[in-house]
Every structure is written in C-alpha cells, then in structure tokens.
C-alpha cells in the first residue's frame, strides 16, 4: 500500500516561496512516478508538475513552468514541489498523487494514490 501525505502549505505573499513535501509510506517509492495536482474553488482537479521514478524525466503545467519545480529523494521517500513567484491565481488545494509507471501523465484519472491535499493561499 502507498499512501501519500502532503505538507508545507499555507499562507503566502504574491511573489514569495513555498516548498511542498509528499512523504510516501511503503518500500516501494521507487517504484512510483509522482504527480503535483491543483483544485481551486468550484474548478476541477489540474495538473500542476510530474516526475518519474528516477527523477530524470519531468514535465510541467504551462502555467507553472518557469516557477515550479519538482523533485524527489528516494532515499526519503518524499516528492517536493517547490513553487516560486506565486501568484494569487496559485490558490489552491495542492494533491499529491503516486502512479506505478515509467513515464508519468497529466491525467489525474491515471493516478491511483492521493493524498489529503495541503492548502496553498496566496494573497496580493
């Protein structure tokens, strides 16, 4: 079983930082490409940023390239999202999610593990 669970959220300034943590329970992690997903009030669930096991290969939202970062440390079994330049339109519930792939998609369906979601609130 792998269960992703999320951290590092809150309130943030226009233009400031965050850095979002995803510690992943199981043995496995390795196995597993990651995925940061997004839900704002009344939207559906976007894609944000994804990454695949080995963190060679990573693919980015158009609207966080260039501010957004993903990463993982398979030795912690934790993803990271660091998040850059925020911008009110940035306010979400951020999701965590594990998939057993080699290369990760942008489709939350393809996902199979999520976790609760940490809060990101960015004011201008």
């Known amino acids: 079983q792998v269960q992703p669970l999320e951290s590092g959220g809150g309130p943030v300034q226009a233009g400031g930082s965050l850095r979002l943590s995803c510690a992943v329970s199981?043995?496995?992690?390795?196995?597993?490409?990651m995925g940061w997903f997004r839900q704002a009030p009344g939207k559906e669930r976007e894609f944000a940023a994804a990454?695949?096991?080995?963190?060679?290969?990573?693919n980015y939202a158009d609207s966080v390239k260039g501010r957004f970062t993903i990463s993982r440390d398979n030795a912690k079994n934790t993803a990271y999202l660091q998040m850059n330049s925020l911008k009110p339109e940035d306010t979400a519930v951020y999701y965590c999610a594990a998939v057993a792939t080699l290369r990760p998609t942008s489709r939350p369906y393809d996902y199979d593990y999520w976790g609760q979601g940490t809060q990101v609130t960015v004011s201008s």
């Open positions: 990454i695949n096991w080995s963190g060679s290969y990573t």
């Open positions: 199981g043995r496995t992690f390795s196995s597993y490409a």
